[in-house]
């Protein structure tokens, strides 16, 4: 991939670089104006590739969930060079004030109901499991080898409970929530089929939701499905713990190879 300066330069037409939204381990975010478009703009780090983010896969399955209009659209791509640039969505995330914290609630659960509900295409990736591979390679002959087989062994374990595998966003912080005319949810990288019960399980997390917060949100979920209840859900966020320190030591991992390597 080319320097960060000749990434911007290989943009065509108009483009201009504004603020910075994030820099993160894996790329920097910046807003812009791209063919006199508002949008945003992510680069990629160069040792994305070691973590088995297939951003093929993410550019897909974002064209195909265009209809759900609840993620970002894309306006331009340079997968060689880590370039995605999306329109950009107006909103805040969300603030959970006594007064419209039900009616928020249950917007989340609407519109991840729409996510799960939603048919991937069939040639999409594994990410997820390929996700979970990439970790076990890195940590494993490691100080951290019992931390990932724990996850392994909790993840399969709750997972084996008969229910089907679902479109999955795989990454619902809060920074990736937003209201605007609606909820969307942002950065898709991780995005691929997975139990739908960790979706829920991270959002109980994220906004530390309390017994009744998750009432309100499978009342709109669970409607016209089959399932009515959530197992394990303290289960379900133990691994979404152990989940979010086995990424964190992965990363920590890759950044010492970057380095040695360049050194």
Known sequence: MAPFSKKIKSIPGEFRLEQNLSSGPISQIFLCTFQNVKAVIRFDHSYVPMLSVDRASEVFLLNSIEPLM?????????????????????????????????????LLGKSLSKVHAFVPPKDSADVFANSMKQYKNLLENTSHSNLMNRGLKLYRKLADDGLNFVLSHNDLNRENIILGDRIYF???????????????????????MS????????????????FHS?????????FVNLLDEIWKESID????????LSS
Request: aromatic share 14%; charged share 25%.
């Open 70 to 106: 609840l993620a970002p659209n894309i306006i331009y791509q340079d997968l060689s060079e880590g370039i995605l640039i999306w329109k950009y969505i107006s909103g805040n995330m969300l603030n959970f004030k006594k007064k419209n914290k039900k009616n928020y609630m249950q």
């Open 211 to 226: 017994a009744d917060d998750l009432d309100n949100l499978l009342t709109v979920y669970f409607e016209n499905k089959q």
């Open 230 to 238: 959530i197992k394990n859900i303290d289960l379900w966020i133990t």
């Open 253 to 260: 991992i890759i950044a010492k190879k970057k380095l040695i």
């Open 186 to 208: 942002l950065d898709w990288e991780y995005a691929g089929i997975n139990h739908p019960f960790f979706d829920i399980a991270t959002l109980v997390k994220t906004f530390s």
